[in-house]
């Protein structure tokens, strides 16, 4: 797999520890939010908001909270907070860069706790690192279990614009995409039987770099304790 998997899978490693937290709810609940707001609240013809309530769905959260959240983006809820997506830029250790995304409503109180992270473990927030990434469509899936004619699958992703697929039988399938194709790669996945885990845009590095097992254990450090942060929703390097 491709080097983000690596970082991603830290990731999905602490999602049951957020789950007991309900912070995983509070992060979903603010992508429903800002979701909807920008793009309506039917989601047949939102498919971002499908794919966060398809989210939701998977982390059991309750049907009326979903309801709620889409409301309050759409503007039929009575709550009126305000919900902002803000990215922070960074440089981490051995060189890494790194995007923080985070979506709060209130954008001085995420910047101070993702400073006090970088200052605490390690960082440089003055960095400018976003040229470094291209946002993409990404697609994880599990491996299915029956036979599975890879050929024919990689061919029908192709036709769907896929531009990087990776097999691997621990971590399962995952496909790149551009942004407008994200939908296409999902449903030719989903129609060969694949489970698909997340369909999600992210940032992906142009460039990897290579970390040694010292800076690489500071990384996890760093990405785990973001993570755990109320308003970050991801966590991107380039570390290979």
Known sequence: ???????????????????????????????????????????????????????????NMPKENIERAIARGTGEGADGVQIQTVLYEAMGPGGAALLVEAMTDNTNRALTNVKIIFNK?????????????????????ELSGGAIDRDQ????LIEAGAEEINWD??????????????????????????????????????????????????LGLIIETLDEDEDVTNVFTNAG
Not at 18 to 31: C, E, H, Y
Not at 126 to 139: L, N, P
């Open 121 to 141: 473990l390690g960082g440089n927030m003055g960095a400018s690192v976003k040229w470094m990434f291209e946002r993409k469509g990404i697609v994880r899936s």
């Open 1 to 59: 797999m491709s080097g983000h998997s690596k970082w991603h899978s830290i990731k999905q490693k602490k999602g049951a520890a957020d789950a007991k937290r309900g912070q995983i709810f509070s992060k979903l609940s603010k992508a429903l939010t800002v979701c909807a707001r920008d793009g309506g609240g039917d989601p047949t013809m939102n498919f971002s908001l499908r794919l966060i309530m398809e989210k939701a769905r998977s982390a």
């Open 153 to 156: 699958v990689e061919l029908e």
């Open 169 to 218: 039988e621990e971590n399962g399938l995952e496909v790149v995409s551009s942004i407008s194709n994200l939908k296409k790669i999902k449903e030719v996945i989903e129609a060969a039987g694949f489970k698909v885990e997340s369909a999600d845009l992210e940032y992906l590095a142009k460039d990897k770099v290579a970390l040694s097992s010292e800076d690489e254990e500071k």
